[in-house]
């Protein structure tokens, strides 16, 4: 797994990750400060801070945690699920942005604890043939960091049982991109059960979408890159 270069710790970068929680709301895909973002960066990883409106946030109200080890005590709050994200960032070198929701159609798939199969071809935009189901743990937790770098090893995206949802990016916008293609996702899936059942593509069928994926997606370097 070939690692992606940091994104700069700049005021830019700062307000894109702010401006994703803001859009996040404004597009129902979240509710309140249940969600949070990180972006690993030189020498550590930016984080939203715990429970602070994202109306109120600043780029100076990010929180800098190390990408191994507890943050430093005295400091900024960072979000509860700092551990989750930490994990995820060293887990996941070649995927510098996590972003991390409660969608409501997603959300619900997660209560019910099932994993979204191939019913469209857009599942290849989460690495596989299937966007997975991360096993129950309460947020925060070590177990639930655990069974977050488990699953997504190999995917962009996966509901988490009882709780939500969680994208990666190889930046701010391609994680923005995957919480809504998730969110679509789960949507198309609950409603295709109604009065019938989903057809689920081949395996064969969604790795021909994976090569046509590879130049597939957002065109154009991330705003908050250099």
């Known amino acids: 797994m070939r690692a992606a270069p940091p994104l700069p710790d700049t005021a830019q970068t700062r307000q894109a990750l702010i401006d994703a929680c803001l859009w996040m709301n404004e597009r129902h895909l979240n509710q309140g400060t249940s969600g949070n973002i990180s972006a690993r960066i030189d020498g550590g990883i930016l984080i939203t801070p715990s429970g602070v409106p994202y109306e109120d946030l600043t780029p100076d109200a990010l929180v800098t945690i190390p990408l191994s080890g507890s943050p430093v005590d005295g400091g900024a709050k960072p979000s509860s699920e700092w551990p989750f994200h930490q994990g995820m960032h060293q887990a996941r070198p070649d995927m510098p942005v996590v972003l991390h929701a409660h969608p409501p159609y997603c959300s619900v798939l997660a209560v019910q604890r099932r994993k979204i199969p191939a019913c469209h071809y857009m599942i290849a935009a989460f690495g596989g043939n299937d966007v997975p189901l991360a096993d129950y743990a309460l947020f925060g937790s070590p177990e639930l960091c655990a069974n ?79």
């Not at 977050?148 to 994680?175: F, P, Q, Y």
């Not at 979408?209 to 997606?217: D, E, N, P, R, S």
């Open 148 to 226: 977050m770098a488990e699953i997504m090893s190999d995917r962009h995206g996966c509901l988490m049982a009882n709780h939500g949802a969680t994208v990666l990016g190889e930046t701010i916008d391609k994680a923005r991109w995957r919480l809504e293609e998730l969110e679509a996702l789960a949507r198309t899936y609950l409603f295709g059960s109604i009065g019938g059942a989903a057809h689920i593509l081949r395996d064969d069928e969604i790795a021909e979408v994976m090569v046509a994926f590879k130049t597939y997606g957002p065109r154009g370097r991330d705003k908050t890159e250099s």
